[in-house]
């Protein structure tokens, strides 16, 4: 039985403000990995469980789950990666220049 990705979103709705724990669901690979990296953080069962709906609705509903969980920006619109980015190259530059 295939549960709806609003069901599925409710169920995991109490950890998604937690960045540590969805950090989690993003490395695991499957719900019950999820399941099992995150119970191994926090000793919690109920945080375990909405992590492993959270990678429920990532492996059934790829696009709600980006939704609720978006993709990092990339380095083009950081400006901090960008910065130490030009650091890095001016220190070459001062390296080969003397």
């Not at 609705?57 to 790829?62: A, E, F, G, K, M």
């Amino acid at each position: 039985m295939q549960r709806s990705s609003d069901e599925i979103k409710a169920r995991c709705a109490c950890i998604l403000e937690n960045k540590s724990i969805v950090a989690l669901v993003e490395a695991s690979s499957s719900p019950s990995a999820a399941y099992e990296m995150i119970f191994a953080e926090t000793k919690d069962v109920s945080r375990a469980k909405a992590g492993r709906w959270l990678a429920v609705l990532r492996r059934d509903y790829p696009v709600e789950y980006r939704k609720l969980v978006p993709t990092e920006p990339s380095h083009v619109s950081n400006d901090k990666a960008q910065t130490e980015k030009e650091k890095s190259h001016a220190t070459k530059e001062t390296n080969l220049n003397g």
